[in-house]
């Protein structure tokens, strides 16, 4: 998509329906278990309301945060999460190390001397500060081109 058009969208892409069941499908909890779910670039939360509603399913007491820049966005977020803030991802206080599914699906864009994908995921997984628990599962929904601009970050932070 070209620049302009991807400014006209303020950098919105959400997940396909399609591509949230398939992962979706592919999260297992136990029942009862406390699930932390959260997405820091939550759009109007349909796909994170998608995971919530696939780990309720299997009986999990799921608590979901969403934070969206966008104040429209944001409102309609509200009626599908559990706690939505309208702010930037950098101005939010979220308590490390306290979700157990991070769903990150940045803006696809350059980020001062790094992607955005890049700086998203350096900030968000930190070993010190970042949000995801030990052994906590990442979804990070970016285009095959940029992977490797977030490789090395990936294969020294997460296995599986």
């Not at 939550?42 to 995971?51: I, Q, T």
């Not at 700086?119 to 997984?125: H, I, P, S, V, Y």
Request: net charge negative; glycine share 8%; charged share 25%.
């Amino acid at each position: 998509m070209a620049r302009i058009a991807s400014d006209s969208k303020a950098g919105f892409y959400p997940t396909p329906p399609s591509q949230v069941e398939l992962v979706a499908r592919r999260l297992r909890v136990e029942p009862g278990a406390r699930v932390n779910i959260f997405d820091p670039c939550a759009g109007a939360g349909d796909a994170l309301h998608g995971f919530s509603q696939a780990l309720a399913g299997q009986g999990a007491a799921v608590s979901s945060y969403a934070i969206e820049l966008e104040k429209e966005r944001a409102e309609a977020c509200k009626s599908k999460i559990d706690h939505v803030l309208q702010s930037p991802y950098e101005d939010t206080r979220v308590t490390p190390h306290s979700m157990s599914f991070l769903w990150l699906n940045p803006p696809y864009s350059e980020h001062g001397h790094e992607r955005a994908e890049t700086t998203f995921l350096r900030d968000l997984t930190d070993p010190t500060s970042g949000k995801l628990q030990p052994g906590g599962i990442l979804g990070f929904c970016i285009p095959q081109k940029v992977l490797r601009d977030t490789a090395m970050l990936l294969a020294l932070r997460f296995e599986d």
